[in-house]
């Protein structure tokens, strides 16, 4: 079993940009990169994420991290798969790419996670309960669609 399949899946969400794969990985890419602002990398500090600063190679590469993050894998411009772990939770954001036609591109975004005791299952409350996660995966979503647009 690898290490993606030991998580559970929380859900999945997917749009249909209106771009080329390459243009569509590069705004997948500039999304990511926003994890690195300084809101995000004071929570990420704030609730002990093992990667809480951005480091590495730039555009993003196996090895490379944002707050919360390290990438695990980068096939540009198929998949951009996320991993991370803190007090509270142990992640993976996976992002597929697909080409539709030489002007669509889907876009597949898979949320796993495991929310370890009870404050884990607290913050499974909050995150997920919320419906914070979902709201904020279809934000990225739409962003990865207006960037590859414009």
């Not at 390459?22 to 602002?37: K, L, P, Y």
């Not at 993003?60 to 798969?81: I, M, N, W, Y």
């Not at 991370?84 to 975004?109: C, D, K, N, P």
């Amino acid at each position: 079993m690898t290490a993606e399949e030991q998580l559970p899946v929380l859900d999945e969400h997917r749009v249909t940009v209106p771009a080329d794969a390459e243009t569509t990985w590069r705004a997948v890419n500039q999304v990511a990169e926003r994890f690195s602002g300084r809101l995000a990398t004071a929570y990420a500090w704030a609730v002990r994420c093992a990667d809480w600063k951005a480091t590495g190679p730039r555009p993003l590469a196996e090895g490379s991290t944002v707050p919360g993050f390290r990438v695990v894998v980068a096939e540009p411009p198929h998949q951009l798969a996320l991993a991370g772990r803190h007090q509270f939770s142990e992640y993976r954001l996976t992002f597929r790419l697909e080409s539709v036609s030489a002007a669509e591109t889907v876009v597949r975004a898979e949320s796993r996670a495991r929310f370890p005791g009870v404050a884990g299952a607290g913050y499974r409350l909050l995150v997920v309960g919320s419906g914070g996660h979902v709201f904020g995966v279809r934000r990225m979503l739409a962003t990865i669609s207006r960037l590859a647009k414009d």
